[in-house]
């Protein structure tokens, strides 16, 4: 339960930054038989996949790090699902807002592509 809360916190502190960055929230816990997308968003005309990832420590590589490339191809046919459904032509990004200890933010745009 902890963990539910605490990405749950993370998904809110991630909303919250970047509609403060300009971008309009859209959707957030999008799921799909492939899996899940934290948060979209629109930046102007562009539509933006946000994945959230919190860790207490880098160690391991820190929160951006954890997104491995299995984790990209759950997200980019989730993205694609979702973009059929509600604006096939649509420009999209994947971001990454990862958060570490102490709630410091860093906003990836574009972190991978399709």
Known sequence: ??????????????????????????????RSRFGEIDLIMRDGETIVFVEVRYRRSSRYGGAAASIDRHKQRKLIR?????????????????????IEAEQRINWIPRAFTA
């Open 1 to 30: 339960m902890k963990t539910l809360f605490r990405g749950a916190s993370a998904e809110r502190l991630a909303l919250k930054f970047l509609r403060r960055q300009g971008l309009a929230h859209i959707a957030s816990n999008y």
């Open 78 to 98: 989730t993205a694609l699902l979702w973009l059929q459904a509600h604006a096939p032509n649509a420009v999209s990004r994947f971001d990454v807002v990862a």
